[in-house]
Protein backbone atom coordinates (compact mmCIF):
# COMPACT_ATOMS: atom_id res chain seq x y z
CA UNK A 1 0.00 0.00 0.00
CA UNK A 2 2.97 2.57 0.49
CA UNK A 3 4.17 1.70 -2.95
CA UNK A 4 1.34 3.75 -4.24
CA UNK A 5 1.84 6.67 -2.90
CA UNK A 6 5.41 6.73 -3.20
CA UNK A 7 4.84 6.04 -6.90
CA UNK A 8 2.17 8.66 -7.53
CA UNK A 9 4.90 10.97 -5.54
CA UNK A 10 7.23 10.12 -8.36
CA UNK A 11 5.34 10.19 -11.11
CA UNK A 12 3.16 13.12 -11.06
CA UNK A 13 3.64 15.49 -7.95
CA UNK A 14 7.00 15.97 -8.02
CA UNK A 15 7.77 16.42 -11.40
CA UNK A 16 4.99 18.83 -11.83
CA UNK A 17 5.86 20.65 -9.18
CA UNK A 18 9.36 21.59 -9.19
CA UNK A 19 8.82 21.39 -13.50
CA UNK A 20 6.45 24.55 -12.83
CA UNK A 21 9.09 26.26 -10.34
CA UNK A 22 11.78 25.88 -12.79
CA UNK A 23 9.43 27.78 -15.51
CA UNK A 24 9.73 30.61 -13.04
CA UNK A 25 13.15 30.91 -13.66
CA UNK A 26 13.98 30.27 -16.96
CA UNK A 27 11.81 30.71 -20.52
CA UNK A 28 9.44 28.31 -21.88
CA UNK A 29 12.07 27.52 -24.81
CA UNK A 30 14.40 26.82 -23.05
CA UNK A 31 12.16 24.76 -20.31
CA UNK A 32 11.17 22.01 -23.20
CA UNK A 33 15.05 21.18 -23.71
CA UNK A 34 15.23 19.50 -20.66
CA UNK A 35 11.72 17.45 -21.42
CA UNK A 36 13.81 16.55 -24.77
CA UNK A 37 16.24 14.85 -22.34
CA UNK A 38 13.87 11.97 -21.15
CA UNK A 39 13.87 9.40 -24.12
CA UNK A 40 18.09 9.70 -23.10
CA UNK A 41 17.94 9.65 -19.69
CA UNK A 42 14.96 6.81 -19.47
CA UNK A 43 17.34 4.55 -22.00
CA UNK A 44 19.94 4.82 -19.82
CA UNK A 45 17.75 4.00 -16.60
CA UNK A 46 16.60 1.04 -18.70
CA UNK A 47 19.74 -0.83 -19.00
CA UNK A 48 21.13 -0.42 -15.91
CA UNK A 49 18.33 -1.95 -14.77
CA UNK A 50 18.28 -4.42 -17.15
CA UNK A 51 14.81 -3.85 -18.80
CA UNK A 52 16.50 -2.70 -22.20
CA UNK A 53 19.54 -4.79 -23.84
CA UNK A 54 21.92 -2.29 -25.34
CA UNK A 55 23.67 -5.18 -27.39
CA UNK A 56 25.63 -2.61 -29.00
CA UNK A 57 27.47 -4.75 -31.29
CA UNK A 58 24.48 -6.12 -32.50
CA UNK A 59 22.43 -4.54 -35.57
CA UNK A 60 19.43 -4.22 -33.15
CA UNK A 61 21.16 -2.31 -30.33
CA UNK A 62 22.66 0.25 -32.58
CA UNK A 63 20.22 0.56 -34.39
CA UNK A 64 18.32 1.81 -30.67
CA UNK A 65 21.20 3.65 -29.36
CA UNK A 66 21.66 5.49 -33.25
CA UNK A 67 17.58 6.00 -32.99
CA UNK A 68 17.82 7.99 -29.43
CA UNK A 69 20.58 10.21 -30.25
CA UNK A 70 19.45 10.79 -33.85
CA UNK A 71 15.68 12.11 -31.73
CA UNK A 72 17.81 13.98 -28.77
CA UNK A 73 20.21 15.21 -30.83
CA UNK A 74 17.07 16.74 -33.28
CA UNK A 75 15.41 18.30 -30.58
CA UNK A 76 18.51 20.52 -29.51
CA UNK A 77 18.75 21.69 -32.77
CA UNK A 78 15.75 23.08 -33.01
CA UNK A 79 16.28 24.97 -29.52
CA UNK A 80 19.77 26.00 -30.39
CA UNK A 81 19.87 26.52 -34.18
CA UNK A 82 17.16 28.90 -36.09
CA UNK A 83 18.76 29.66 -39.89
CA UNK A 84 16.75 31.81 -42.26
CA UNK A 85 13.25 31.87 -41.54
CA UNK A 86 10.79 30.73 -43.78
CA UNK A 87 7.10 32.68 -43.91
CA UNK A 88 5.38 29.76 -45.30
CA UNK A 89 1.98 30.66 -44.39
CA UNK A 90 0.15 33.08 -42.23
CA UNK A 91 -0.73 33.04 -39.08
CA UNK A 92 -4.68 32.73 -37.41
CA UNK A 93 -3.72 34.98 -34.91
CA UNK A 94 -2.57 38.32 -35.54
CA UNK A 95 -1.11 38.91 -32.21
CA UNK A 96 2.60 38.62 -31.95
CA UNK A 97 4.58 35.93 -29.94
CA UNK A 98 6.69 37.22 -27.64
CA UNK A 99 9.48 35.83 -24.86
CA UNK A 100 8.43 36.54 -21.06
CA UNK A 101 11.50 38.57 -20.14
CA UNK A 102 12.87 36.33 -16.93
CA UNK A 103 15.22 37.89 -14.41
CA UNK A 104 18.58 35.49 -14.97
CA UNK A 105 19.04 36.12 -10.67
CA UNK A 106 18.08 32.57 -10.62
CA UNK A 107 18.68 30.89 -14.08
CA UNK A 108 21.04 28.44 -11.88
CA UNK A 109 18.15 27.40 -10.07
CA UNK A 110 15.44 26.95 -12.59
CA UNK A 111 18.27 24.60 -14.13
CA UNK A 112 18.58 22.85 -11.29
CA UNK A 113 14.53 22.43 -10.83
CA UNK A 114 13.80 21.47 -14.75
CA UNK A 115 16.88 18.70 -15.16
CA UNK A 116 15.28 17.15 -11.52
CA UNK A 117 11.78 17.37 -13.08
CA UNK A 118 12.84 15.65 -16.09
CA UNK A 119 14.77 12.91 -13.93
CA UNK A 120 12.38 11.87 -12.10
CA UNK A 121 9.43 12.22 -14.82
CA UNK A 122 12.34 9.78 -16.74
CA UNK A 123 12.61 7.60 -13.97
CA UNK A 124 8.56 6.90 -14.01
CA UNK A 125 9.21 4.63 -17.31
CA UNK A 126 10.70 1.47 -15.76
CA UNK A 127 9.31 1.63 -12.84
CA UNK A 128 6.05 1.32 -14.03
CA UNK A 129 7.25 -1.35 -16.48
CA UNK A 130 8.39 -3.12 -12.86
CA UNK A 131 5.18 -2.27 -11.49
CA UNK A 132 3.39 -4.08 -14.24
CA UNK A 133 5.36 -7.27 -13.36
CA UNK A 134 3.73 -7.45 -10.13
CA UNK A 135 0.48 -5.76 -10.70
CA UNK A 136 -0.60 -6.23 -14.32
CA UNK A 137 -3.97 -4.41 -13.78
CA UNK A 138 -2.22 -1.42 -15.48
CA UNK A 139 -5.11 0.87 -15.89
CA UNK A 140 -6.21 0.69 -11.88
CA UNK A 141 -2.81 1.09 -11.43
CA UNK A 142 -2.94 4.32 -13.66
CA UNK A 143 -6.20 5.67 -12.16
CA UNK A 144 -4.64 5.20 -8.48
CA UNK A 145 -1.85 7.32 -9.70
CA UNK A 146 -3.74 9.95 -10.68
CA UNK A 147 -5.99 10.31 -8.04
CA UNK A 148 -2.96 10.24 -4.99
CA UNK A 149 -1.10 12.39 -6.96
CA UNK A 150 -3.58 14.78 -7.34
CA UNK A 151 -4.18 14.71 -3.48
CA UNK A 152 -0.21 15.27 -2.71
CA UNK A 153 -0.59 18.27 -5.42
CA UNK A 154 -3.52 20.00 -3.87
CA UNK A 155 -2.11 19.55 -0.50
CA UNK A 156 1.14 21.05 -1.53
CA UNK A 157 -0.83 24.13 -3.23
CA UNK A 158 -2.64 24.58 0.01
CA UNK A 159 0.81 24.58 2.10
CA UNK A 160 2.40 26.98 -0.62
CA UNK A 161 -0.42 29.00 -1.55
CA UNK A 162 -2.87 29.98 1.05
CA UNK A 163 -4.80 32.81 -0.66
CA UNK A 164 -8.16 32.02 -1.83
CA UNK A 165 -7.86 33.95 -4.80
CA UNK A 166 -5.51 31.55 -6.38
CA UNK A 167 -8.03 28.90 -5.81
CA UNK A 168 -10.99 30.94 -7.42
CA UNK A 169 -12.00 29.58 -10.81
CA UNK A 170 -14.31 31.15 -13.77
CA UNK A 171 -15.64 30.55 -16.87
CA UNK A 172 -12.26 31.35 -18.84
CA UNK A 173 -9.73 30.13 -20.01
CA UNK A 174 -7.88 29.41 -17.48
CA UNK A 175 -10.68 26.75 -16.51
CA UNK A 176 -10.51 25.19 -20.08
CA UNK A 177 -6.63 25.09 -19.41
CA UNK A 178 -7.54 22.69 -15.98
CA UNK A 179 -10.20 20.55 -17.81
CA UNK A 180 -7.64 19.79 -20.76
CA UNK A 181 -4.99 19.25 -18.25
CA UNK A 182 -6.40 16.64 -16.60
CA UNK A 183 -8.53 14.74 -19.10
CA UNK A 184 -6.07 14.26 -22.26
CA UNK A 185 -2.69 15.32 -20.97
CA UNK A 186 -3.03 13.50 -17.47
CA UNK A 187 -5.87 10.80 -17.68
CA UNK A 188 -5.92 9.87 -21.48
CA UNK A 189 -2.05 10.07 -21.78
CA UNK A 190 -0.95 8.38 -18.64
CA UNK A 191 -3.45 5.21 -19.35
CA UNK A 192 -2.25 5.12 -22.88
CA UNK A 193 1.48 5.24 -21.28
CA UNK A 194 0.76 2.77 -19.20
CA UNK A 195 -0.15 0.42 -21.93
CA UNK A 196 2.91 1.15 -24.37
CA UNK A 197 5.27 0.31 -21.45
CA UNK A 198 3.72 -3.31 -20.85
CA UNK A 199 3.56 -4.13 -24.39
CA UNK A 200 6.87 -2.40 -25.46
CA UNK A 201 8.85 -1.69 -22.89
CA UNK A 202 9.99 1.71 -20.70
CA UNK A 203 12.03 3.27 -23.77
CA UNK A 204 9.41 2.93 -25.95
CA UNK A 205 7.08 5.36 -25.69
CA UNK A 206 9.50 8.14 -24.88
CA UNK A 207 11.13 7.82 -27.92
CA UNK A 208 7.88 10.17 -29.06
CA UNK A 209 8.19 13.04 -26.94
CA UNK A 210 10.71 14.88 -28.86
CA UNK A 211 7.93 15.27 -31.68
CA UNK A 212 6.47 17.55 -28.69
CA UNK A 213 9.20 19.92 -29.97
CA UNK A 214 8.64 19.19 -34.08
CA UNK A 215 4.78 19.67 -33.46
CA UNK A 216 4.59 23.01 -31.12
CA UNK A 217 6.99 23.98 -33.78
CA UNK A 218 4.14 24.01 -36.47
CA UNK A 219 1.12 25.01 -34.33
CA UNK A 220 3.24 27.90 -33.38
CA UNK A 221 3.76 28.98 -36.82
CA UNK A 222 0.15 28.62 -37.35
CA UNK A 223 -1.91 29.97 -34.71
CA UNK A 224 1.01 32.72 -33.50
CA UNK A 225 2.79 33.29 -36.51
CA UNK A 226 6.21 32.23 -35.61
CA UNK A 227 8.53 31.88 -38.60
CA UNK A 228 9.74 27.92 -39.88
CA UNK A 229 13.46 28.04 -39.50
CA UNK A 230 15.98 26.13 -41.52
CA UNK A 231 17.13 24.65 -38.09
CA UNK A 232 13.56 23.71 -37.32
CA UNK A 233 12.97 21.83 -40.57
CA UNK A 234 16.46 20.19 -40.25
CA UNK A 235 15.88 19.30 -36.66
CA UNK A 236 12.30 17.72 -37.07
CA UNK A 237 13.88 15.64 -39.63
CA UNK A 238 16.38 14.55 -37.29
CA UNK A 239 13.74 13.41 -34.88
CA UNK A 240 11.46 11.57 -37.55
CA UNK A 241 14.61 9.73 -38.38
CA UNK A 242 15.63 9.29 -35.04
CA UNK A 243 12.22 7.72 -34.29
CA UNK A 244 11.81 5.43 -37.20
CA UNK A 245 15.62 4.20 -36.82
CA UNK A 246 14.63 3.45 -32.87
CA UNK A 247 11.43 1.67 -33.74
CA UNK A 248 12.93 -0.19 -36.55
CA UNK A 249 15.64 -1.82 -34.15
CA UNK A 250 13.10 -2.12 -31.98
CA UNK A 251 10.99 -4.18 -34.30
CA UNK A 252 13.67 -6.37 -34.68
CA UNK A 253 13.70 -7.53 -31.16
CA UNK A 254 10.00 -7.88 -30.49
CA UNK A 255 10.05 -11.61 -32.23
CA UNK A 256 12.46 -12.96 -29.78
CA UNK A 257 10.47 -11.47 -26.93
CA UNK A 258 7.15 -12.23 -25.03
CA UNK A 259 4.64 -9.22 -25.58
CA UNK A 260 2.71 -8.88 -22.19
Known amino acids: MLSKPLFALCRYAVPT ?8 DATPSYASIFLNIIPLITFILSIILRLEKLQFGTATGSLKVIGVLLAVGGTMIVSFYK ?27 GT ?8 TFACWYPIQSMVNKVYPHKYWSSTATCFLGGLQTTLIGIILRRDRKTWKLGW ?4 LTIVYTGVFATAVRYNLE ?5 KRGPAYPTMFIPLITVFTTVLDSIFLGDAITVGSILGAATVITGLYVFLWGKSKELPRKEIL
Do not use: M, P
Open 172 to 175: DLQL
Open 83 to 109: GKALHLWGSISQHHRYEQVHATNHHVR
Open 17 to 24: CINYYGLR
Open 112 to 119: ILLLGSSF
Open 194 to 198: SWTVA
